[in-house]
């Protein structure tokens, strides 16, 4: 039986969406797969709010964010984390010897304004690093007033991870600013994981070509010079079915209305969270509450593995805590083409399950 995900990725994926997946091959390099790659960054670009340009990546959002950090870091980065995900970036710049500091605040709060201006203000950084969204803790940091005091340091180049948020969260990339903002297909986006995607800012081309050692596969300038020589092609074989499905979805995506598809996740999120209250207690700082996620903390002492066990022969599916909060907490992913009639159905099952 089929478990109906409400966990951070991968999510439901539409039956038609896995259709495309199931398109035959083209070559990689004919004029066909030009195409279908710039319909992609065409509309991706709406997604993203920005004319920038849009790279792909055969791999997960990890690949992009490796691929930024040590494309762009030509002084030191600094690594704001919130969780988990916060700290893979700062083990990322480690493992390339990129020099990098990292600045984690106690999970489940969020980055303040505050923070990274004393950092930045030490001159000591030219990358600065950001999650957006962390589905370890449910927080999404308020990137609108960190933009506020990035914007005042015109040398340091700003990587945003948004793979837990994009196209489920309204991040206008140009307006705030970003120059490396990073996605992947899995989650909010709704397809299958596989295929990373990112923003690449004329501010972050000019760093890039001062890195020398910015590796090869994930070498985001190689990248952005290869797609413009050869017209949107790639100088690895990319994952064409992907770009079947995404140049599909993204058409779904925008016959809903981006605001549309906001607004349904701010609902769904409000839903989950009035759930939370009332029968445990979120995890996060209620300031910062992810759109697309919501973390709870097991006030109750429920066995968290037992009732996604029981949830499993029902065919739903949440998450546990992540690392050092599992079982302290549990995780309900509202996200992609889920519906509030289908979070109401999961809320329902667990309520009937712990006797609520």
Not at 13 to 33: F, N, Y
Not at 145 to 159: G, T
Not at 195 to 209: G, H, M, N, V
Not at 305 to 333: C, H, P, Q, V, W
Request: proline share 3%; net charge neutral; aromatic share 8%.
């Amino acid at each position: 039986m089929h478990k109906k995900l409400f966990i951070p990725g991968p999510v439901e994926v539409k039956s038609d969406v896995l259709q495309k997946m199931a398109t035959p091959m083209i070559g990689h390099r004919t004029k066909e797969a030009s195409e279908l790659q710039k319909r992609i960054t065409e509309k991706m670009r709406k997604v993203f709010h920005t004319n920038e340009e849009i790279l792909l990546s055969t791999s997960s959002g990890s690949g992009l964010m490796e691929g930024a950090i040590r494309s762009c870091t030509a002084k030191k980065a600094a690594v704001f984390s919130v969780g988990a995900f916060g700290n893979r970036w700062y083990e990322m710049a480690k493992a390339n010897n990129v020099p990098a500091d990292l600045y984690e605040v106690e999970w489940g709060n969020a980055n303040t304004p505050e923070l990274v201006d004393e950092v930045l203000s030490t001159g000591k950084y030219d990358l600065i690093t950001i999650t957006h969204n962390e589905t370890s803790t449910g927080i999404m940091n308020p990137v609108e007033e960190i933009a506020k005091v990035i914007k005042k340091y015109p040398e340091v180049v700003w990587c945003l991870d948004t793979v837990s948020s994009m196209g489920g969260a309204k991040v206008e990339v140009d307006k705030l600013g970003v120059d490396i903002c990073i996605t992947s297909t899995q989650k909010a986006i709704g397809l299958p994981p596989g295929l990373a995607i990112c923003t690449f800012s004329k501010k972050a081309i000019e760093r890039a070509e001062k890195v020398e050692n910015r590796g090869f596969y994930l070498d985001l300038l190689r990248l952005h010079k290869y797609i413009l020589k050869k017209d949107h092609q790639y100088p690895s074989t990319p994952s064409l079915s992907h770009m079947f499905a995404l140049d599909y979805q993204l058409d779904r995506i925008m016959e809903e209305g981006i605001e549309n598809r906001y607004q349904r996740h701010i609902e769904m999120a409000k839903y989950v969270r009035e759930w939370a209250k009332k029968h445990f207690e979120l995890f996060a700082d209620e300031r910062y509450l992810s759109n697309t996620l919501t973390t709870i903390k097991n006030t109750k002492g429920i066995s968290v593995a037992d009732l996604n066990k029981k949830l499993g022969e029902r065919g739903f599916a949440i998450s546990n805590g992540y690392g050092k909060l599992k079982e302290k907490t549990f995780r309900i992913a509202h996200m992609a083409d889920t519906t509030l009639e289908e979070v109401k159905e999961l809320l329902q099952n667990i309520d009937e399950i712990l006797g609520f």
